[in-house]
């Protein structure tokens, strides 16, 4: 056969698709089992923090009405967080058995948002973050059916006894920007999108973000009042554009905008 009869695309096709499909390739796919073993990992930890540990560290605490059940879930939350970070951190090592940053970087997804048409990287795409956080600003204004006065800490900080309680406050207003800071940046999202997204594909398929979606509702086993809003929302907000645009980045992003949003207003209440 003769080289004029072999169809060769062009050079940017081929390096886009190289791209697409390296993404994938610089992870280690999971089986279902280790998938749920890792949301369990993370899940159940919240679950027992939230549930049995915050209730017997409430006697020890000071305050009247909710604010030693708030001052416990804030303190044991914020470990729970902590905890996915070594989590992510050791199955990181046991992986690639490096933490040097071009690798963390590939592993964990941290990379601009890809075009799956175009494979064009970064650039304009980062504006698909503007209608992602308005997205799930929705969130936040959804009821909290069935959630208890004393666990609900928007609720707490929103209230009297929370502006109270957080005015001249500088202490417990830095536990939680470490909270939000593990939550949606080194924490919750980079286990879910950085670790967990990436390496569904295998198991699940073209569903791998339903999937994603679906495990981190159901992680919110500590606060179960929000998984309908959770699944409704954080799903297409966060889980879908991230596997679209093989990017943990926007999952961070579309995320760490509310936390910046509420830690303004809590500083207001501080000041």
Aim: glycine share 8%.
């Amino acid at each position: 056969m003769s080289t004029s009869s072999v169809a060769v695309a062009p050079p940017h096709e081929l390096a886009q698709h190289t791209e697409a499909v390296g993404r994938y390739q610089a992870v280690k796919q999971y089986t279902v089992v280790q998938i749920l073993g890792v949301w369990a990992a993370a899940a159940l930890p919240m679950g027992v923090l939230a549930w049995i540990a915050a209730p017997a560290l409430e006697d020890h605490l000071s305050g009247t009405g909710d604010v030693p059940m708030i001052k416990a879930l804030l303190l044991l939350i914020t470990a729970g967080m902590v905890w996915q970070f070594v989590l992510v951190a050791f199955l990181l090592w046991r992986e690639q058995r490096t933490f040097r940053w071009p690798v963390v970087r590939d592993a964990l997804w941290l990379r601009s948002p890809r075009n799956p048409k175009t494979g064009e990287s970064g650039g304009k795409l980062w504006l698909i973050l503007i209608p992602l956080i308005l997205l799930f600003a929705i969130e936040a204004m959804l009821p909290a059916v069935g959630a208890p006065a004393n666990r609900d800490l928007g609720k707490f900080l929103d209230s009297h006894a929370g502006h109270t309680f957080m005015s001249g406050n500088w202490g417990w207003f830095c536990l939680i920007l470490v909270m939000f800071l593990f939550n949606t940046l080194l924490g919750e999202e980079l286990l879910f999108r950085g670790v967990l997204l990436p390496r569904m594909n295998r198991a699940f398929g073209r569903g791998d973000w339903a999937a994603n979606g679906v495990l981190f509702a159901g992680y919110h086993v500590a606060f179960p009042w929000m998984i309908p809003a959770t699944l409704l929302i954080d799903t297409f907000a966060i889980a879908y554009p991230a596997k679209r645009y093989q990017s943990a980045w926007i999952g961070i992003a579309v995320h760490s905008a509310q936390s910046v949003f509420l830690a303004a207003i809590l500083l207001t209440l501080v000041m």
